[in-house]
């Protein structure tokens, strides 16, 4: 079973940067098997998603993140990132990892991920 483990989250002011990391603990979770995916969610809010990667789509976004937000995910590793640059309060979440197999038709609909991991938070002060 592939279990995911995030980390990168951290406090920071508006107008700064953080890089997050979801490692993902099975041998067979690489980025030419599976969709990967960022989502967030803030007390009060639905949750989100953010940004959405694989290697038969063009890479996803959403809008309030689009050109402040980067989704890579490094060949041979088993690790997803997610740059965040240009931090604003609205980015305050708790930031979650997703996967499931499967390349295509990759999109930021949770319904679709199976392996979740238990989030990392992101506090952005103004």
């Known amino acids: 079973d592939v279990q995911l483990v995030e980390s990168g989250g951290a406090s920071v002011q508006g107008g700064g940067s953080l890089r997050l990391s979801c490692a993902g603990s099975?041998?067979?979770?690489?980025?030419?098997?599976?969709?990967l995916a960022w989502f967030r969610h803030a007390p009060g809010k639905e949750r989100e998603g953010v940004a959405a990667?694989?290697?038969?789509?063009?890479?996803t976004y959403a809008d309030s993140v689009k050109g402040r937000f980067t989704i890579s995910h490094a060949n041979g590793d088993r690790i997803l990132y997610l740059q965040m640059n240009n931090l604003n309060p609205d980015d305050s979440a708790r930031y979650y990892c997703?996967?499931?197999?499967?390349?295509?038709?990759?999109?930021?609909?949770?319904?679709?991920?199976?392996?979740w991991g238990q989030g990392t938070q992101v506090t952005v002060s103004s």
């Open positions: 997703a996967a499931r197999r499967g390349t295509a038709r990759c999109t930021l609909d949770a319904g679709d991920f199976v392996h």
């Open positions: 099975s041998d067979t979770f690489t980025y030419g098997s599976y969709c």
């Open positions: 990667i694989s290697s038969a789509d063009p890479t």
